[in-house]
Structures are given as structure tokens and as C-alpha cells.
């Protein structure tokens, strides 16, 4: 365990020196740029927008700077986008400044965000965040490497994925896929059947409200190295939670779900899941160092013990497997 930790703690470590060196720290989830005295700053904001019917695209391409992105009844998509170009002087503050290009073009699939950068040198950089309104009804495709990405009250599917900071999604309807390698992904007001939340260095946090009549319940796929797995309200038919240093906590909809198929798996860490109504099925739970506990009339396969229980629930086809290696595992 102590190798494991002192491996996660070491990448950590070279991961703050690299934005050390590069001259970048994150900042409540967010990318600043910070260089030693003398480095100027220019600036300058800059408005753009074009129509934008309903289902149709956005994607949205950055590097340095965070995306932010909101849905409203309106017909167009409107961008207020932040520009900021650093260097030794004012001048090339300036210069730099003056050949960053910003495009909002037409594609097959809808319109194309993106920034054109001129080559900076050494202690030279580049960046641009975006504010961007587009119609609840339109497909989101953001992408950057330093910035953070929230996104608000988009009925469509969303694909989403930074490296160095969080995502934050509300409101959502459509299918999800967001990915942050360093940062924490929280889901509020989630009314989405299909979801994706992978992460290397941070928590996932789902927040659902119930599906809509017509909505069937989905896949949830949950899925980080360094950090817990929270989640309210899920209904999905398939659900893959898996963390390596972390709790799981998963509280299902208080729905009917046929043949729920779970596999729930952390290293360190417990593991507390409450199934659908009635669930009934297959179940096999194992912890290596700690207890497994049910509160379901439960039909033994084998040999029960305080780390290992297999066997059924009921005659239903679920299927569930819940396995830690140091922690408790409660099943409800």
C-alpha cells in the first residue's frame, strides 16, 4: 500500500513541477498563467456569433483557458471570448496579442470554435477562455488541455474533456461523455440515461433527478483513479463504478428495473450500493480486508464468511458484483 501511495503522491508531485516550470498553477479548478516579475499582460475581449439551428453541433477547440457554455431559447450561437497574451514587454504583449485569430465557422454538422495562435517563445504564452449561448437543443463537442469546462441546460449529448482541471455539468438531458485526467467531475440535476465520467486524479460526484416517462434507463460507466464515486438517484440498467483509492457510494432511483447487471469495484476504499426496488439476482460480494454486509433475505452459494458472500436474491436476472480489497462492502 505504502509503494501505491508514495507512486500516486510521486506523479502528483511531477505533475505540480511541470506546471511549475511551464509557468501555469490551477486555481479553484481553473489554469492562471504565472511568470516571475517583469512578464506584461495584454488583453482584449472580443464578441462573435452566427446562427445556429436546433440539433446541430458545436464543437468548441481550446488549449490554454477555460470553456463555459449554457443553453437558452435562442436560435444562434453567441461566444464572448477572453484573449490573453503574455510576454517580457508591453509591445509583445501587444504584437502576440494582435495575431491570435478566433473562428467561428460553418461545418457539415454545424459550427466549428476555435483559436489561431501565433508561435510565442520562452516565457511567451497564449491564452483564451470562451462564454458561449447556444440553443438547448444542440450537440456539444469541448475540448481543452488547461481550463476548466462547465456547461449548463443542454437537452442534446455532450462530450466533454480537458487535462488539468474540473468539469461541472447541470441540467443535462442528453447522453454524456466527459473526461479530465487531473480534476474533479460533478454532475447536478442529471436527468441523462447514458453517462461517462472517467477521471485519473479526482472525485466523480452524479446527481440525477428522475427520467422523464418516456426515458428507459441506460448505462452509467464511473470511472477514476485517485478519488470517491458518489452518486444519487441512479437509474441505469448497467452500471460500472470502478476507483482505485476511493469509497463508491451509489443510491439507485427508488425505480422497477429489470436485470440490473453492477460491477463495483475500489482498491482502498468502501463500498455502500442501494439497489432499485425489488432488485433480485445473482451477488457476489468480497472485500480482502473488512466485512460484507446485506440487509436482503439472502439464498448462500458456497461458503459465507465476514469477507465473502455469494449467492442470490430473489429468482430476477441482475447480476451484481461488489469487490474492495481494504474496506467494507454494504449492500441495501
Known sequence: MKRKLLFRDGVIVAVGLALGVSGCVVVDGDVQTVFTMGRQEAQRTEVLSHPLPDRRTLKIESSFGSIEVTGSDTTECRVEASVHARAKSM????????????????????????????????????????????????????????????????????????????????????????????GDIRCHEIVSTDMTLRSSYGNLVLKCLDLASYQQPGNATLKTEHGMILVENLAARQIAAHTSFGNIDIHCAPTEIEALNADLETSYGSIDFDTPKRFAGKVHMTTSYGSVRTRFPFTVEGKASSTRLVGRIGEGRGNLRLHTSFGSVMLR
Open 91 to 182: 509591445d509583445q504583449a501587444q504584437r502576440i496579442l494582435s495575431q491570435v485569430k478566433l473562428h467561428l465557422d460553418e461545418t457539415a454538422t454545424g459550427l466549428h470554435l476555435f483559436v489561431e495562435k501565433p508561435a510565442v517563445g520562452k516565457g511567451e504564452s497564449v491564452g483564451v477562455s470562451f462564454v458561449v449561448l447556444v440553443p438547448r437543443h444542440t450537440d456539444l463537442d469541448c475540448l481543452t488541455s488547461f481550463g476548466k469546462i462547465e456547461i449548463h441546460d443542454i437537452e442534446e449529448d455532450v462530450r466533454a474533456q480537458t487535462s488539468f482541471a474540473g468539469i461541472r455539468c447541470e441540467r443535462m438531458e442528453g447522453d454524456l461523455d466527459l473526461e479530465t485526467k487531473h
